[in-house]
């Protein structure tokens, strides 16, 4: 298990007023390390994406505005710079390249088998366009990982994305594209940004899939709606890679979005994943971040999470969290860091094919989407 990681790629900082502060992620490898964690896997360096990798996704139009911008300072409001959720910032071209290398290298290093997982912990910014920016992300890493895998060789590409809000630059860029297969749980559209991700957006061959889940969906639903969606169609697809968004957005805590998640459910999705990878897809399984705004109750212990999964060293949720994190954590943020790794919540997870209700609004949305795009892959929507 390699981790890719820099200090530098905390200069991705749209200002200290801005949701996305990296002391999210700066906290999460703090905690990691304080957990023993780190010591099971490689910290890998890495280079910055050069413009021709990223314009692999990007127009260079919009490449060279990105670089106008970040030496300027001035506003480029044709290609989404400037704006509340995408201020500028001086260096932004640069410390958005790092973010682009770094998922890229993992992608490389499992692809080219140096290492069966990878992770780029301060990646994952999907909403990304080719020719703007949105929703806090500048380059659409994920995006420029699967088009390199494209480049070199890869037939069937699988990306997972359970971040709160809909991966649709991912989306976007491998609509039309039946080598690559996007899966997206997130928050109804009519409630949340960026308002697209509807199940009838299901693109070439039934490979691109949405799942919109009411606001106020708890974790015994999320995990009902992604058992009853993920695994039949990666078991179905045969991903030769497995690419993961883990937005830890969709808390209850989180501040900008409406379900009722909790770390303990979204570290069943990942233990999930994990073993999907092996599966499905020879254990080649590239990871990255994504949302999450609650900066110190929930992204570090999440993400943290998130690494012991994948390093095959899985924290107990019972584990205290160390009190010189905890210390480190009130001194960066001013805040009081939890105590231990679990939310206390106990999960109970029904299968799709166990007590299905036409009339229950998660049923609803799982069943949408299955029969917008079960056929396609030579499943019944109704049954397991």
Same mark, same amino acid.
């Given at each position: 298990m390699r981790v890719y990681w820099d200090d530098k790629l905390l200069s991705y900082d749209f200002g200290p007023s801005h949701p996305l502060n990296p002391v999210r992620v700066e906290l999460t490898m703090k905690l990691a390390e304080r957990l023993g964690v780190l010591e099971h896997v490689e910290l890998h360096s %890495?280079?910055?994406?050069?413009?021709?990798?990223?314009?692999l996704v990007h127009d260079r139009a919009y490449v060279e505005a990105v670089k106008r911008a970040g030496d300027t300072l001035?506003?480029?409001?044709?290609?989404?710079?400037?704006?509340?959720?995408?201020?500028? /910032?001086?260096?932004?071209?640069?410390?958005?390249?790092?973010?682009?290398?770094? =998922?890229?290298?993992a992608a490389r290093a499992v692809w080219e088998g140096e290492t069966e997982h990878a992770a780029n912990i301060s990646g994952g910014l999907h909403h990304a366009m080719p020719a703007s920016a949105a929703g806090f992300c500048i380059y659409n890493d994920p995006a420029v990982?699967?088009?390199?895998?494209?480049? @070199?060789?890869?037939?069937r590409v699988a990306y997972v994305d359970v971040d709160v809000h809909h991966g649709d630059g991912v989306q976007e860029a491998f609509y039309d594209d039946p080598r690559v297969l996007t899966i997206s749980l997130h928050e109804s559209p009519r409630t949340? /940004? *960026?308002? =697209?991700?509807?199940?009838?957006?299901?693109?070439?061959?039934?490979?691109?899939?949405?799942?919109?889940?009411? *606001?106020?969906?708890?974790?015994?639903?999320?995990?009902?709606? /992604? @058992?009853?969606?993920?695994?039949?169609?990666?078991?179905? %697809?045969?991903?030769?890679?497995?690419?993961?968004q883990q937005g830890c957005d969709g808390h209850r805590d989180d501040p900008l979005a409406h379900l009722s998640l909790t770390v303990d459910g979204q570290r069943a999705v990942y233990r999930t994943l994990h073993d999907l990878a092996h599966e499905t897809a020879g254990g080649k399984w590239v990871l990255t971040g994504g949302?999450?705004?609650?900066?110190?109750?929930?992204?570090?212990?999440?993400? =943290?999470?998130?690494?012991a999964v994948a390093a095959h060293a899985p924290l107990d949720p019972a584990t205290a969290c160390p009190e010189e994190w905890r210390e480190f954590a009130r001194n960066r943020t001013g805040e009081i860091a939890?105590?231990?790794?679990?939310?206390?919540?106990?999960?109970?997870?029904?299968?799709?094919?166990?007590? %299905?209700?036409?009339?229950?609004?998660?049923?609803?949305a799982v069943l949408a989407t299955r029969r917008a795009v079960f056929p396609e892959h030579g499943l019944d929507p109704l049954l397991d």
């Open positions: %890495f280079e910055a994406a050069g413009d021709g990798l990223i314009s001035r506003a480029e409001p044709a290609f989404g710079l400037g704006t509340m959720d995408n201020p500028i /910032f001086a260096g932004m071209h640069e410390a958005s390249s790092l973010v682009v290398g770094a =998922t890229v290298a990982a699967i088009a390199w895998l494209l480049e @070199h060789g890869a037939s949340l /940004f *960026p308002g =697209t991700g509807y199940p009838h957006e299901s693109g070439a061959d039934g490979t691109s899939v949405n799942v919109a889940l009411p *606001p106020g969906t708890t974790d015994e639903q999320w995990l009902r709606a /992604f @058992h009853g969606i993920v695994p039949p169609l990666l078991r179905a %697809f045969e991903p030769e890679i497995l690419i993961t949302g999450g705004y609650e900066l110190v109750q929930v992204v570090p212990r999440a993400w =943290t999470h998130l690494l939890p105590k231990v790794m679990t939310d206390g919540a106990e999960l109970e997870v029904t299968t799709w094919g166990k007590g %299905f209700d036409p009339a229950n609004p998660i049923d609803q």
